[in-house]
């Protein structure tokens, strides 16, 4: 979402520097600069933990994932007369038609519990997505403020994120990504 919404300011910033680039007088009294937000991830430090965090969280979610999709899958192999299921069962056919259907209804159930399972972790609006937006959220809110703070100190009439597209050429000079990763560690350490 945050890559869709950078896009779209990419989109607009592009348009606007345009029309200001067209009017002279406008372009020779604003100062532009530009930030590399991907650089910035990768180089923030409390960005990188968040996402470590999430990481861990996702691996423990797929962890009971997997168990319990293997145990769906071993309770179908035994529905199919499988013999090599572990740990080792009366062969189903042998069973009677009540342990045969109450086998049958423990399958339906785990695979249902499987999916549910799935789903409202990993489906749209998930406990994955959801717990990805609360771990980065208060991230992202400062590195925009930090990035406003240091456009309006500095005078920067737009400040436009290099990795959104918008920019086919950009002078170095008015690259901001050092001095807003300076910002933002200057609390870390």
């Keep these: 979402m945050f ?24 372009a020779d009294e604003m100062k532009f600069g530009y930030v590399n937000s991907a650089e910035i991830f990768s180089r923030y430090k409390s960005f990188a933990d968040a996402q470590q965090k999430f990481n861990k969280e996702v691996e423990d979610w797929q962890n009971k994932a997997q168990t319990m999709k293997s145990e769906v899958d071993s309770l179908a192999l035994y529905l199919k007369g499988e013999t090599d299921v572990i740990p080792p069962r009366l062969p189903f056919q042998a069973l009677s038609e009540n342990k045969q259907r109450e086998k049958q209804e423990e399958y339906k159930a785990k695979e249902a519990a499987y999916l549910e399972y799935v ?7 998930g406990t994955a997505e959801r717990r990805n937006a609360e771990l980065t959220q208060p991230i992202l809110d ?15 009439a737009f400040v436009f994120d290099a990795v959104g597209g918008a920019i086919a050429y950009a002078a170095p000079k008015y690259d901001l990504t050092e001095t807003v990763i300076d910002e933002l560690n200057k609390e870390i350490e």
């Design 142 to 156: 400062k590195i925009n403020s930090i990035i406003a703070k240091i456009a309006q100190d500095e005078d920067y």
């Design 3 to 26: 890559m869709i919404r950078m896009l779209k300011a990419g989109f607009v910033a592009g348009l606007m520097l345009s029309l200001v680039l067209f009017t002279s007088a406008l």
């Design 119 to 125: 789903n409202t972790i990993f489906g749209p609006d």
